[in-house]
């Protein structure tokens, strides 16, 4: 009998009272098991390892990984290398808690830039985003994150007492507030201007303009350019 030599068709074969094909996952499942013992150990922990990266789904975990298996030795390895210095040779800058290989970072480390002026983001890439209008010359300071309850993110958890203190013993004039637009952006925003407050600098914050729930760092030079001039102080 065909079915007992094909037992997947078998199921497939076999109908609902509806009438749909019925799709047992039985056979599959064995298939499935089987396939993953013949995967080699170093190749499951890889596509593991990228599979925890944001936006990696498993499908595209495993195309990396079969794709660096194809690839020549020099483009893993290039991979490899990069991948250790990168946690090797960065560090917070001391300053603006930006990513930098030297402490002070360029930025704070520059007679160009107005140090009385701070633009406070929540990560290096909105940082990025804002030097890419061209328009900037003031400094910056890193949060590192938003105040989120609902991921349990507190102000203890972000740079803030940094940025208060640094406000306090610099002659800081302004802090644009520059956290993205939304519910997380709006209440770090809020708690900022509050925790400022007393320290007399004049706070401000991003006009609209910038989608809201969008990312700072998705946003075109343009837009992100006039958010910036049309800036109103909170409070
Ligand atoms: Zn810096």
Redesign the pocket.
Known sequence: MVWAIFPVLAVFSARRPNGLPRFESRPFGRLEKTMNSAIPEPVTKLVEAFSRLPGVGPKTASRLTYYLLRASDDVSIALALALTNLKEQTRF?S??F?I?VED??P??ASSERDASLIAVVEEPLDLMALERTGIYKGQ?HVLHGAISPVSGVGPDDLKIRELVERVKTGAVREVIVATNPGMEGDATAMYLQRELSATGVVTTRLARGLPTGGDLEYVDSVTLMRALEGRSELG
């Open positions: 800058c300053m603006c930006n930098t002070p970072c930025v704070c910056y």
